[in-house]
Nanobody, 123 residues
Framework: QVQLVESGGGLVQAGGSLRLSCAASGRTSSTYAMGWFRQAPGKEREFVAAITWSGGTATTDSVKGRFTISRDNANNTLYLQMNSLKPEGTAVYYC?????????????????WGQGTQVTVSS
């Protein structure tokens, strides 16, 4: 099993920045690919970004140029740097992981999920 614990969420004004972190523990050999999803109030959960073990990334178009995903394999930690935040970025952000190398955008492809961290962007 893999445990994922997110941190770094909070309240920020539009245009501000936050950095989310996700600490992985347990069977970290099952975290070849990791990523972030988010769920805004009243909306379906959506893909944000993902990263392979070797650093290949995929990012949804709505956050390209503003969000950067990265990972520290030595410390089993995933990050999401979020700049120029917009009110529509208000959501619960979930850290995910899977034991395969590819980085799909469908949430069903990820076996491990964190509890989520709330990000609120005020206008």
């Amino acid at each position: 099993q893999v445990q994922l614990v997110e941190s770094g969420g909070g309240l920020v004004q539009a245009g501000g920045s936050l950095r989310l972190s996700c600490a992985a523990s347990g069977r970290t050999s099952s975290t070849y690919a990791m990523g972030w999803f988010r769920q805004a109030p009243g909306k379906e959960r959506e893909f944000v970004a993902a990263i392979t073990w070797s650093g290949g990334t995929a990012t949804t178009d709505s956050v390209k140029g503003r969000f950067t995903i990265s990972r520290d394999n030595a410390n089993n930690t995933l990050y999401l740097q979020m700049n120029s935040l917009k009110p529509e970025g208000t959501a619960v952000y979930y850290c995910v992981a899977r034991g395969y190398a590819s980085i799909p955008i469908r949430q069903v492809e990820y076996a491990y999920w964190g509890q989520g961290t709330q990000v609120t962007v005020s206008s």
